[in-house]
Protein backbone atom coordinates (compact mmCIF):
# COMPACT_ATOMS: atom_id res chain seq x y z
CA UNK A 1 0.00 0.00 0.00
CA UNK A 2 1.62 3.53 -0.92
CA UNK A 3 -1.69 5.74 0.75
CA UNK A 4 -1.83 8.17 3.40
CA UNK A 5 -3.09 5.98 5.89
CA UNK A 6 0.15 3.22 5.90
CA UNK A 7 2.42 6.27 6.10
CA UNK A 8 0.97 7.27 9.13
CA UNK A 9 1.26 3.15 10.15
CA UNK A 10 4.73 3.19 9.42
CA UNK A 11 5.23 6.39 11.23
CA UNK A 12 3.17 4.50 14.35
CA UNK A 13 5.34 1.59 14.47
CA UNK A 14 8.94 3.66 13.51
CA UNK A 15 11.27 3.14 16.65
CA UNK A 16 13.27 6.59 15.70
CA UNK A 17 9.69 8.86 14.89
CA UNK A 18 10.32 10.37 18.53
CA UNK A 19 13.55 11.84 17.54
CA UNK A 20 12.04 14.23 15.20
CA UNK A 21 11.00 16.34 18.41
CA UNK A 22 14.95 16.76 18.54
CA UNK A 23 14.99 19.02 15.86
CA UNK A 24 13.89 22.84 15.04
CA UNK A 25 10.88 23.14 12.08
CA UNK A 26 9.76 26.10 9.92
CA UNK A 27 5.76 25.40 9.72
CA UNK A 28 4.54 24.19 6.60
CA UNK A 29 8.06 22.63 5.09
CA UNK A 30 8.87 19.28 4.22
CA UNK A 31 11.98 18.81 4.26
CA UNK A 32 13.91 16.67 1.82
CA UNK A 33 17.41 18.09 1.23
CA UNK A 34 19.45 16.96 4.48
CA UNK A 35 21.41 15.61 2.16
CA UNK A 36 23.10 18.95 1.40
CA UNK A 37 22.44 20.72 4.79
CA UNK A 38 20.97 18.92 8.11
CA UNK A 39 18.09 20.43 10.23
CA UNK A 40 18.94 22.04 13.00
CA UNK A 41 19.09 20.58 16.16
CA UNK A 42 16.65 21.81 19.10
CA UNK A 43 19.71 21.64 21.42
CA UNK A 44 22.37 23.57 19.01
CA UNK A 45 21.37 27.39 19.73
CA UNK A 46 21.85 26.79 23.64
CA UNK A 47 25.30 25.00 23.22
CA UNK A 48 26.61 27.31 21.11
CA UNK A 49 25.25 30.66 23.32
CA UNK A 50 26.78 29.08 26.25
CA UNK A 51 30.05 28.81 24.40
CA UNK A 52 29.95 32.24 23.53
CA UNK A 53 28.68 33.76 26.39
CA UNK A 54 30.01 31.87 29.23
CA UNK A 55 32.91 30.01 27.75
CA UNK A 56 34.03 32.71 25.76
CA UNK A 57 32.41 35.83 27.44
CA UNK A 58 33.30 34.83 30.66
CA UNK A 59 35.91 32.43 30.44
CA UNK A 60 37.85 34.43 28.15
CA UNK A 61 41.47 32.44 26.56
CA UNK A 62 41.09 29.99 30.35
CA UNK A 63 38.63 28.50 28.09
CA UNK A 64 40.85 26.51 26.45
CA UNK A 65 41.91 24.36 28.83
CA UNK A 66 38.88 24.91 31.36
CA UNK A 67 36.68 24.09 29.19
CA UNK A 68 39.02 21.63 27.11
CA UNK A 69 38.67 23.55 23.96
CA UNK A 70 41.73 22.38 22.65
CA UNK A 71 40.78 18.64 22.50
CA UNK A 72 37.53 19.51 21.11
CA UNK A 73 38.75 18.02 17.31
CA UNK A 74 40.16 14.66 18.87
CA UNK A 75 36.51 14.93 21.32
CA UNK A 76 34.23 15.34 18.13
CA UNK A 77 36.70 12.54 15.93
CA UNK A 78 36.03 10.06 18.15
CA UNK A 79 32.01 10.68 18.61
CA UNK A 80 32.80 10.58 14.39
CA UNK A 81 34.45 6.97 14.58
CA UNK A 82 32.02 4.51 15.80
CA UNK A 83 29.55 5.93 12.70
CA UNK A 84 32.66 4.86 10.11
CA UNK A 85 34.00 1.65 11.83
CA UNK A 86 36.99 3.23 13.06
CA UNK A 87 38.78 3.14 16.12
CA UNK A 88 38.70 6.31 18.34
CA UNK A 89 42.15 7.50 17.54
CA UNK A 90 41.79 7.59 13.84
CA UNK A 91 39.20 10.29 13.26
CA UNK A 92 40.01 14.26 13.88
CA UNK A 93 37.21 16.63 12.94
CA UNK A 94 39.12 19.71 11.70
CA UNK A 95 38.77 22.31 8.72
CA UNK A 96 36.70 21.02 5.49
CA UNK A 97 36.21 18.49 3.31
CA UNK A 98 38.32 20.25 0.56
CA UNK A 99 41.26 21.15 2.87
CA UNK A 100 41.24 17.13 4.09
CA UNK A 101 41.24 15.44 0.78
CA UNK A 102 44.44 17.99 -0.03
CA UNK A 103 46.16 16.44 3.07
CA UNK A 104 45.71 13.30 2.42
CA UNK A 105 45.91 13.14 -1.88
CA UNK A 106 49.25 14.45 -0.78
CA UNK A 107 50.12 12.45 2.28
CA UNK A 108 49.06 9.68 0.01
CA UNK A 109 51.36 10.57 -2.83
CA UNK A 110 54.03 11.01 -0.54
CA UNK A 111 53.61 7.11 0.80
CA UNK A 112 54.10 6.02 -2.56
CA UNK A 113 57.62 6.87 -4.11
CA UNK A 114 57.38 5.92 -7.94
CA UNK A 115 53.84 6.66 -8.28
CA UNK A 116 51.82 9.59 -8.93
CA UNK A 117 48.47 8.70 -10.69
CA UNK A 118 45.49 9.38 -8.64
CA UNK A 119 42.83 7.13 -10.02
CA UNK A 120 38.72 8.64 -9.44
CA UNK A 121 35.68 8.60 -11.97
CA UNK A 122 34.41 11.60 -14.20
CA UNK A 123 31.52 12.61 -12.13
CA UNK A 124 32.92 12.54 -8.89
CA UNK A 125 31.88 15.41 -6.23
CA UNK A 126 34.05 18.36 -8.07
CA UNK A 127 36.23 18.84 -5.43
CA UNK A 128 37.59 15.52 -5.33
CA UNK A 129 38.79 15.87 -8.82
CA UNK A 130 39.75 19.64 -8.21
CA UNK A 131 42.03 18.43 -5.56
CA UNK A 132 43.97 16.19 -7.80
CA UNK A 133 43.96 18.52 -10.57
CA UNK A 134 45.62 21.12 -8.18
CA UNK A 135 48.26 18.54 -7.16
CA UNK A 136 48.38 17.94 -10.95
CA UNK A 137 49.35 21.66 -11.71
CA UNK A 138 52.26 21.84 -9.10
CA UNK A 139 53.72 18.23 -10.42
CA UNK A 140 53.00 15.77 -7.87
CA UNK A 141 50.41 13.71 -9.31
CA UNK A 142 48.59 12.78 -12.52
CA UNK A 143 44.50 12.35 -12.75
CA UNK A 144 43.07 9.57 -14.12
CA UNK A 145 39.25 8.62 -14.98
CA UNK A 146 37.69 5.49 -15.40
CA UNK A 147 33.57 4.65 -15.35
CA UNK A 148 32.69 3.50 -12.00
CA UNK A 149 32.35 -0.04 -13.76
CA UNK A 150 35.74 0.05 -15.24
CA UNK A 151 37.58 1.48 -12.13
CA UNK A 152 38.84 -2.29 -11.55
CA UNK A 153 40.79 -2.72 -15.32
CA UNK A 154 42.07 0.83 -14.23
CA UNK A 155 43.56 0.14 -11.55
CA UNK A 156 47.77 -0.60 -12.42
CA UNK A 157 51.31 -0.04 -10.57
CA UNK A 158 51.21 3.32 -11.76
CA UNK A 159 48.17 3.81 -9.28
CA UNK A 160 49.23 5.70 -5.78
CA UNK A 161 45.69 6.36 -4.52
CA UNK A 162 42.29 5.35 -5.97
CA UNK A 163 40.29 8.54 -4.82
CA UNK A 164 35.99 8.12 -4.93
CA UNK A 165 32.92 9.25 -2.81
CA UNK A 166 31.12 6.34 -1.59
CA UNK A 167 28.03 7.64 -2.13
CA UNK A 168 27.92 9.37 -5.70
CA UNK A 169 25.86 12.69 -4.74
CA UNK A 170 24.50 13.16 -8.09
CA UNK A 171 22.79 9.34 -8.37
CA UNK A 172 23.15 8.19 -4.96
CA UNK A 173 24.76 4.70 -6.07
CA UNK A 174 26.71 3.28 -3.34
CA UNK A 175 30.26 1.76 -4.22
CA UNK A 176 31.01 -1.59 -2.93
CA UNK A 177 34.08 -0.25 -0.60
CA UNK A 178 35.33 -3.66 0.44
CA UNK A 179 35.75 -4.86 -3.01
CA UNK A 180 37.33 -1.98 -4.18
CA UNK A 181 39.81 -1.07 -1.62
CA UNK A 182 41.13 -5.03 -2.19
CA UNK A 183 41.29 -4.78 -5.50
CA UNK A 184 43.42 -1.00 -4.93
CA UNK A 185 45.56 -2.78 -2.42
CA UNK A 186 46.16 -5.92 -4.51
CA UNK A 187 48.03 -3.08 -7.14
CA UNK A 188 49.95 -2.12 -4.24
CA UNK A 189 47.53 1.89 -4.27
CA UNK A 190 46.38 2.84 -1.42
CA UNK A 191 42.15 4.53 -1.28
CA UNK A 192 40.97 7.28 0.13
CA UNK A 193 37.01 7.67 0.67
CA UNK A 194 34.87 10.62 0.69
CA UNK A 195 32.22 10.01 3.02
CA UNK A 196 30.27 13.02 2.74
CA UNK A 197 26.82 11.49 1.71
CA UNK A 198 27.11 8.53 3.71
CA UNK A 199 28.21 9.29 7.28
CA UNK A 200 24.82 9.49 9.65
CA UNK A 201 22.66 7.63 6.69
CA UNK A 202 24.16 4.23 6.02
CA UNK A 203 26.42 1.70 7.50
CA UNK A 204 30.16 2.44 6.71
CA UNK A 205 32.63 -0.17 8.12
CA UNK A 206 36.11 1.66 7.29
CA UNK A 207 38.24 -0.77 9.62
CA UNK A 208 36.40 -4.05 8.63
CA UNK A 209 37.19 -3.14 4.69
CA UNK A 210 40.83 -2.10 5.52
CA UNK A 211 40.59 0.81 4.19
CA UNK A 212 43.59 3.56 4.18
CA UNK A 213 41.73 7.01 4.40
CA UNK A 214 38.57 9.03 4.51
CA UNK A 215 37.05 11.98 4.68
CA UNK A 216 33.32 13.25 5.09
CA UNK A 217 31.81 16.16 5.75
CA UNK A 218 29.84 17.82 9.06
CA UNK A 219 26.97 19.40 7.78
CA UNK A 220 24.74 17.05 5.89
CA UNK A 221 23.44 13.75 7.77
CA UNK A 222 25.60 14.83 11.41
CA UNK A 223 23.47 18.17 10.97
CA UNK A 224 26.48 20.29 12.23
CA UNK A 225 25.07 23.69 10.43
CA UNK A 226 26.46 25.48 7.11
CA UNK A 227 29.99 25.18 6.58
CA UNK A 228 30.35 22.63 9.91
CA UNK A 229 34.25 21.53 10.42
CA UNK A 230 34.58 18.36 8.40
CA UNK A 231 36.82 15.10 9.69
CA UNK A 232 39.76 12.61 8.37
CA UNK A 233 40.36 9.03 9.21
CA UNK A 234 43.65 7.94 9.08
CA UNK A 235 44.04 3.85 9.87
CA UNK A 236 46.26 3.40 12.62
CA UNK A 237 48.93 1.72 10.34
CA UNK A 238 50.09 4.49 8.87
CA UNK A 239 50.19 6.28 11.59
CA UNK A 240 53.66 7.31 11.35
CA UNK A 241 54.50 7.31 7.64
CA UNK A 242 51.92 10.46 7.66
CA UNK A 243 53.59 13.21 6.10
CA UNK A 244 51.27 16.30 7.04
CA UNK A 245 51.50 18.88 3.86
CA UNK A 246 49.58 21.89 5.55
CA UNK A 247 52.57 21.54 8.89
CA UNK A 248 49.97 24.37 10.57
CA UNK A 249 51.39 24.97 14.39
CA UNK A 250 48.22 22.15 15.85
CA UNK A 251 49.35 19.69 14.28
CA UNK A 252 52.98 20.03 15.98
CA UNK A 253 54.24 17.38 18.62
CA UNK A 254 54.29 20.71 21.43
CA UNK A 255 52.10 23.20 19.65
CA UNK A 256 52.59 25.80 22.92
CA UNK A 257 56.96 24.95 22.50
CA UNK A 258 56.43 27.86 19.83
CA UNK A 259 59.77 25.74 18.60
CA UNK A 260 61.08 27.34 14.76
CA UNK A 261 61.30 23.70 13.54
CA UNK A 262 57.93 21.09 12.63
CA UNK A 263 58.09 18.24 14.97
CA UNK A 264 54.34 16.07 13.78
CA UNK A 265 52.39 15.47 16.50
CA UNK A 266 51.53 11.44 16.97
CA UNK A 267 49.07 9.77 15.44
CA UNK A 268 46.00 11.48 13.62
CA UNK A 269 46.70 15.17 15.51
CA UNK A 270 49.03 15.52 12.84
CA UNK A 271 46.46 16.30 10.91
CA UNK A 272 45.35 19.65 12.47
CA UNK A 273 47.14 22.69 11.07
CA UNK A 274 45.32 25.94 12.40
CA UNK A 275 43.50 27.24 15.28
CA UNK A 276 40.15 24.33 14.98
CA UNK A 277 37.04 26.63 14.60
CA UNK A 278 35.34 26.67 18.37
CA UNK A 279 31.61 27.61 17.47
CA UNK A 280 31.32 25.14 14.51
CA UNK A 281 32.61 21.93 16.40
CA UNK A 282 30.38 22.82 19.54
CA UNK A 283 27.55 23.00 16.94
CA UNK A 284 29.01 19.74 15.47
CA UNK A 285 28.82 17.69 18.62
CA UNK A 286 25.26 18.12 19.06
CA UNK A 287 24.45 16.64 15.91
CA UNK A 288 27.22 13.75 16.19
CA UNK A 289 25.57 13.21 19.49
CA UNK A 290 21.97 12.57 18.30
CA UNK A 291 23.33 10.13 15.29
CA UNK A 292 25.74 8.48 17.84
CA UNK A 293 22.84 8.04 20.45
CA UNK A 294 20.42 6.45 17.40
CA UNK A 295 23.26 4.80 15.87
CA UNK A 296 24.14 3.67 12.04
CA UNK A 297 22.15 0.57 11.90
CA UNK A 298 19.08 1.84 12.36
CA UNK A 299 19.68 4.95 9.95
CA UNK A 300 20.64 3.17 7.64
CA UNK A 301 17.57 0.55 8.07
CA UNK A 302 14.99 3.68 8.03
CA UNK A 303 16.43 5.55 5.05
CA UNK A 304 15.95 1.96 3.39
CA UNK A 305 12.50 2.17 4.04
CA UNK A 306 11.93 5.45 3.47
CA UNK A 307 13.29 5.61 0.28
CA UNK A 308 11.70 2.56 -0.90
CA UNK A 309 8.66 4.09 -0.08
CA UNK A 310 9.12 7.52 -1.56
CA UNK A 311 10.16 5.32 -4.99
CA UNK A 312 6.71 3.18 -4.54
CA UNK A 313 4.35 6.49 -4.67
CA UNK A 314 6.26 8.08 -7.44
CA UNK A 315 6.20 4.97 -9.40
CA UNK A 316 2.66 4.48 -9.07
CA UNK A 317 1.67 8.00 -9.68
CA UNK A 318 4.21 8.68 -12.31
CA UNK A 319 5.68 5.73 -14.10
CA UNK A 320 7.32 7.73 -16.94
CA UNK A 321 9.96 9.58 -14.63
CA UNK A 322 13.24 8.34 -15.15
CA UNK A 323 14.96 6.89 -11.99
CA UNK A 324 18.63 7.85 -11.72
CA UNK A 325 19.63 6.03 -8.41
CA UNK A 326 19.65 2.31 -8.27
CA UNK A 327 16.35 0.58 -7.75
CA UNK A 328 17.98 -1.93 -4.96
CA UNK A 329 18.46 -0.02 -1.84
CA UNK A 330 21.38 -1.96 -0.59
CA UNK A 331 23.61 -0.41 -3.18
CA UNK A 332 22.28 3.36 -3.04
CA UNK A 333 22.84 5.92 -0.38
CA UNK A 334 19.92 7.67 1.26
CA UNK A 335 18.73 9.60 -1.68
CA UNK A 336 16.79 9.22 -4.83
CA UNK A 337 17.47 11.02 -8.28
CA UNK A 338 15.35 11.29 -10.91
CA UNK A 339 15.66 12.59 -14.49
CA UNK A 340 13.40 15.51 -15.98
CA UNK A 341 14.12 18.01 -18.93
CA UNK A 342 12.44 20.04 -16.57
CA UNK A 343 14.03 19.24 -13.44
CA UNK A 344 14.70 22.81 -12.32
CA UNK A 345 10.94 24.68 -12.76
CA UNK A 346 9.89 21.05 -11.31
CA UNK A 347 12.22 21.59 -8.02
CA UNK A 348 11.01 25.26 -7.69
CA UNK A 349 7.80 24.74 -8.06
CA UNK A 350 8.12 22.19 -5.47
CA UNK A 351 9.77 24.90 -2.91
CA UNK A 352 6.94 27.05 -3.27
CA UNK A 353 4.94 24.76 -1.48
CA UNK A 354 7.22 23.86 1.13
CA UNK A 355 8.60 20.63 -0.13
CA UNK A 356 12.50 21.15 -0.06
CA UNK A 357 14.36 18.80 -2.49
CA UNK A 358 17.33 20.07 -4.56
CA UNK A 359 18.58 20.21 -8.70
CA UNK A 360 21.54 18.93 -9.85
CA UNK A 361 22.76 19.90 -13.87
CA UNK A 362 21.39 19.68 -15.73
CA UNK A 363 18.11 17.46 -15.02
CA UNK A 364 18.56 15.96 -12.30
CA UNK A 365 15.55 16.04 -9.28
CA UNK A 366 17.19 15.02 -6.15
CA UNK A 367 15.56 14.12 -2.85
CA UNK A 368 17.57 12.87 0.50
CA UNK A 369 16.15 11.24 3.31
CA UNK A 370 17.09 12.31 6.76
CA UNK A 371 16.62 9.29 8.78
CA UNK A 372 16.72 10.77 11.93
CA UNK A 373 13.86 13.27 11.27
CA UNK A 374 11.69 12.43 8.44
CA UNK A 375 8.31 10.68 8.66
CA UNK A 376 6.52 8.30 6.13
CA UNK A 377 4.09 11.20 5.69
CA UNK A 378 6.53 13.58 4.99
CA UNK A 379 7.67 11.62 2.28
CA UNK A 380 4.18 10.68 1.17
CA UNK A 381 3.06 14.08 1.49
CA UNK A 382 6.15 15.01 -0.59
CA UNK A 383 6.05 12.15 -3.80
CA UNK A 384 2.23 13.04 -4.19
CA UNK A 385 2.74 16.94 -4.43
CA UNK A 386 5.56 15.83 -7.26
CA UNK A 387 3.12 14.16 -9.35
CA UNK A 388 0.20 16.46 -8.85
CA UNK A 389 2.75 19.59 -9.81
CA UNK A 390 3.68 17.59 -12.88
CA UNK A 391 0.47 16.22 -14.15
CA UNK A 392 -1.13 19.86 -13.92
CA UNK A 393 2.12 21.40 -15.24
CA UNK A 394 2.39 23.60 -12.56
CA UNK A 395 5.99 24.19 -13.05
CA UNK A 396 5.24 25.97 -16.13
CA UNK A 397 4.59 29.59 -14.13
CA UNK A 398 7.52 32.01 -15.51
CA UNK A 399 8.71 32.99 -11.58
CA UNK A 400 9.66 28.73 -11.65
CA UNK A 401 12.65 29.41 -14.58
CA UNK A 402 14.37 32.00 -12.82
CA UNK A 403 17.70 30.88 -11.74
CA UNK A 404 18.71 31.57 -8.24
CA UNK A 405 22.74 31.75 -7.05
CA UNK A 406 22.21 28.49 -5.44
CA UNK A 407 20.52 25.34 -6.80
Known amino acids: MTDLAEARRLDDADPLAHFRSRFTWPDGVIYLDGNSLGALPVATPGRVEKVIREEWGIGLIRSWNDADWISMPQRVGSKIAPLIGAEPDEVIAADSVSVNLFKLIAAALAMQPGRTVVLSEPGNFPTDLYMIQ ?32 HVHYKSGRMHEMARLTKAAHDVGALVLWDLSHSVGAVEVDLNGCDADFAVGCGYKYLNGGPGAPAFAYVAKRHHDALQQPLSGWMGHAAPFAFSDDYTPAPGVDRLLAGTPHILGLAALEVGVDIAAEIGTAALAEKSRRMSEFFRAVVTEKLPDLELVSPTDPAVRGSQLSFRHEHAYPICQALIARGIIGDFREPDILRFGFAPSYLSFEDVFKAATALAELIERGEWQRPEFSERSKVT
Open 134 to 165: GLEGQGLADQKTAAADDLEAALGDDVALLLLT
